[in-house]
């Protein structure tokens, strides 16, 4: 039985900047097509667009300046979940399968091979 060799998996990290507007989003969708294209396992971790985690936080301060910890993490996490939608969406447009997913959707299992 021969042994098919295992596809590189390479995962991608886009900050703020990266991911600041729409164009910048698409690039990214670009750099990720190349990379899928090219033979690999793709994960594209993203942070929210630039300014939207500070604009986040000062809606909730306004909101509640002393607010619950959990609602703030929802409220503050909107950012990723935003960015991480519309980049599924660019690569898909491009024609790459891809599907956003929030944090506690994702099994990570430590240790084993």
Same mark, same amino acid.
Request: glycine content about 10%.
């Given at each position: %039985?021969?042994?098919? +060799? #295992?596809? +590189? #998996?390479?995962? %991608?990290?886009?900050?703020? $900047? ?15 097509? #190349? ?13 929210? %667009?630039?300014?939207? =985690?500070? &604009? @986040? *936080?000062?809606? $909730?301060?306004?909101?509640? +300046?002393?607010?619950? /910890?959990?609602?703030?993490?929802? *409220?503050?996490?909107?950012?990723? &979940?935003? =960015?991480?939608?519309? =980049? /599924? @969406?660019? @690569? &898909?447009?491009?024609?790459?399968? /891809? #599907? ?9 299992? *430590?240790?084993?091979?």
């Amino acid at each position: %039985m021969s042994r098919q +060799p #295992r596809k +590189p #998996r390479i995962v %991608m990290k886009c900050g703020g $900047t990266s991911v600041a507007v729409p164009e910048r989003i698409k690039a990214v969708a670009q750099r990720v097509k #190349r990379e899928v294209h090219g033979g690999a396992d793709v994960a594209v971790v993203v942070s929210a %667009m630039a300014g939207a =985690t500070n &604009q @986040l *936080v000062d809606w $909730t301060r306004a909101i509640a +300046p002393l607010h619950d /910890a959990r609602e703030y993490d929802v *409220v503050v996490a909107a950012g990723e &979940q935003v =960015t991480s939608g519309l =980049t /599924a @969406l660019a @690569l &898909q447009d491009l024609g790459v399968s /891809a #599907r956003s997913w929030l944090g506690w959707q994702i099994p990570i299992i *430590v240790g084993g091979n």
